[in-house]
């Protein structure tokens, strides 16, 4: 670690420092703001890729709001009865207990920043597949 890094303040996140993990709806996931680093309390922020050539479990949240961005590839998502091309630069809203899904056909990961309000948990995801 340089010394610049050093005296950095703690409330700075370094993504690159993060650790990942698969959430219950396969996607691969780097959570960056949110329980449990105790950095923020009433929402959460996780960068998400979906590996080429998969897709996640269609699922629903009881109680968390989510909002999607997509910062690269391409892809298809499912939202309720609905399905549309995603891509760098879309941005979604999904209501608690609505259905989603993400499809990535593509040759490149689809990553996207998703948001959640109340704060993601693997308790409140109810897989529907």
């Known amino acids: 670690m340089s010394g610049s890094d050093r005296d950095r303040p703690g409330w700075i996140v370094e993504t690159a420092r993060r650790g990942s993990f698969t959430t219950r709806d396969g996607s691969v996931v780097r959570e960056l703001v949110g329980p449990p680093s105790e950095t923020a309390v009433n929402q ?3 960068e998400a890729t ?3 050539g998969s897709e ?7 109680t968390s709001e989510e909002i999607y961005h997509f910062v690269s590839g391409a892809g298809r998502m499912r939202l309720g009865d609905q399905e549309a091309q995603v891509r760098a630069g879309d941005t ?7 259905p989603h899904k993400l499809y990535n056909p593509g040759p490149e990961p689809l990553v996207l920043l998703c948001s959640c309000a109340p704060p993601y948990s693997d308790g409140d995801t ?3 597949e």
Do not use: C, F, K
């Open 44 to 46: 959460s922020l996780a």
């Open 50 to 52: 979906v590996a080429p």
């Open 56 to 62: 996640t479990i269609a699922h629903h949240h009881r």
């Open 92 to 98: 979604v809203a999904i209501a608690p207990g609505t």
């Open 126 to 128: 109810v897989p529907l």
